[in-house]
């Protein structure tokens, strides 16, 4: 059994399918084939059983005095003369308690009598006057299998009700080869149709099978494309009503590919800006290695403050790569780890720690704080940082001496610079990766700050704008889902 089962499941689907389908028509059609047969045995017997009834009458013996008088009597068989309905000859005889069977004249043989035929005669007597009769199977005395009624002997006359025979028992018999040969005949076509039934059913269910499982062949076809090519361009057409499972699952495998296209684009694209972005820092950085090692390989020492200059301009330049490094990190962190390690944050306690760094950077600044309590659900780490980095921009692009506004209420977070601001046809590419406008690329940063607080913001499943302020500067705003109370999970909420 084991075997049959590691078997069935080494096949392919299809073939599978078809043997299920074969396995059920055959099952459906063996269960109706038996069912059949055997209401059709049980109608024929029943009909051969109503038959008999009809011919045990005591008046086909004649004088059932002379019967018993000339038993044993040989019959004379199928005569013309003999017992025949419907153009069948019938067995007709009495069977005596000691169970000597007297055949009848008339009757087409004799039919052998066993113990159950006597207790016939012996019930009789002990009855009430109910006659009762048993049908069963038997033998004539040539072996060949008739069906048998045997019941007590009546006798009736016209002067008087009929009277039980109290030594003898009325047997009256039918040859079943007829009825035999009628089921065999039935049997053989109940089983030639249901072969064919199966067969039939097997080869519709491999048919079947082969065109339910074509878009699976067109989907593991694209698969191995995909595995061999890496190409994932490719698409499986699928009809637009269609809404079946295969459909569903072509519309997720297109889905799929186009993520996986559009997700290596977006890494090719950054690994293409990153490399660009690095080559100026790393260049320069080169350029002033080469100068003072040259200096102090040909002997001649750099003046001062040149030596100082091009110090400075390293230091620079690695602060730069430095930055631009953990800004890559944090991007492709934030990409592969959506959604982990969120926890409920105090956003006005997250804005005051951002604004104590960027005091720090810009001291010539003045920074004012109107905070009121929210409470968002974010990376607590990374929350912050995307408010330095918005707090870094205020700082970089504010006039010496001037002020940056910060105000929070009711999850709205502003942050407003007084600086020369940004103008209208350089919004809409703030938030691109490496994107830095023409004025600020000589200023110090990466081009990725404000890509990491779009992404930070849209996982914390809130929004960022950057737009020009109303009387010059610019005005930062993030909205962040919340609440003005900590949830009573929160520790010391």
Not at 36 to 59: H, M, S
Not at 95 to 106: E, I, K, N
Not at 329 to 348: I, K
Request: hydrophobic share 40%.
């Amino acid at each position: 059994m084991r075997r049959l089962v590691r078997r069935y499941r080494a096949l392919p689907i299809r073939a599978r399918l078809a043997v299920l389908v074969a396995a059920a028509v055959a099952f459906a059609v063996a269960a109706v084939s038996l069912t059949c047969w055997f209401i059709v045995q049980r109608k024929l017997f029943e009909q051969v059983d109503k038959d008999l009834r009809k011919t045990a009458q005591p008046q086909r013996l004649g004088n059932v005095e002379s019967v018993l008088a000339a038993c044993p009597q040989q019959p004379t068989g199928a005569s013309p003369n003999g017992l025949r309905t419907h153009g069948t000859y019938y067995y007709l005889q009495l069977v005596r308690r000691d169970g000597t069977a007297c055949v009848s004249a008339d009757s087409a043989g004799r039919v052998k009598t066993v113990s159950g035929d006597l207790d016939i005669i012996a019930r009789a007597n002990d009855s009430d006057g109910t006659i009762t009769s048993v049908e069963r199977e038997g033998v004539d005395s040539e072996g060949a299998p008739v069906r048998v009624l045997t019941q007590p002997l009546t006798i009736s006359s016209p002067n008087s009700r009929p009277e039980l025979y109290p030594d003898a028992a009325l047997q009256v018999a039918i040859p079943l080869k007829a009825t035999h040969d009628t089921l065999k005949d039935l049997a053989l076509i109940l089983l030639l149709v249901s072969g064919i039934g199966v067969v039939g059913a097997g080869a519709a269910g491999l048919a079947v099978a082969r065109a339910g499982l074509r878009p699976v062949d067109k989907l593991t076809d694209a698969v191995e494309h995909v595995a061999r090519t890496e190409d994932l361009s490719i698409r499986i057409p699928v009809e637009d009503e269609s809404e079946d499972e295969v459909a569903r699952l072509s519309r997720s495998f297109n889905s799929m590919t186009a993520s996986l296209a559009s997700s290596r684009e977006l890494q090719q694209q950054l690994i293409a800006d990153a490399g660009h972005e690095l080559r100026t820092p790393l260049t320069s950085l080169r350029t002033n290695i080469e100068l003072l090692t040259r200096s102090e390989e040909t002997g001649r020492p750099l003046p001062a403050a040149d030596r100082k200059a091009l110090l400075t301009s390293v230091k620079a330049q690695m602060s730069e790569l430095s930055s631009l490094i953990g800004d890559l990190q944090e991007l492709s962190r934030s990409e592969g780890q959506r959604g982990e390690r969120l926890q409920v944050v105090a956003f006005q306690d997250t804005v005051e720690e951002a604004m104590r760094r960027a005091r720090l950077r810009g001291p010539e600044l003045t920074l004012t704080a109107d905070l009121e309590p929210w409470f968002v659900r974010a990376e607590p780490s990374a929350l912050e940082r995307a408010i330095v980095n918005i707090l870094d921009n205020a700082v970089k692009f504010s006039p010496e001496g001037g002020t940056v506004d910060v105000r929070l209420s009711g999850g709205v977070l502003t942050v407003r610079d007084h600086g020369p601001g940004i103008p209208e046809e350089e919004l809409p590419y703030v938030f691109d990766r490496f994107w830095r406008s023409p004025g600020a690329r000589s200023l110090p940063g990466s081009g990725l700050g404000l890509s990491i607080v779009a992404r930070t913001v849209q996982q914390a499943g809130g929004e960022v704008t950057l737009a020009r302020a109303e009387s010059g500067g610019t005005v930062a705003t993030v909205r962040l889902p919340g609440a003005p109370t900590p949830p009573p999970e929160m520790p010391g909420g």
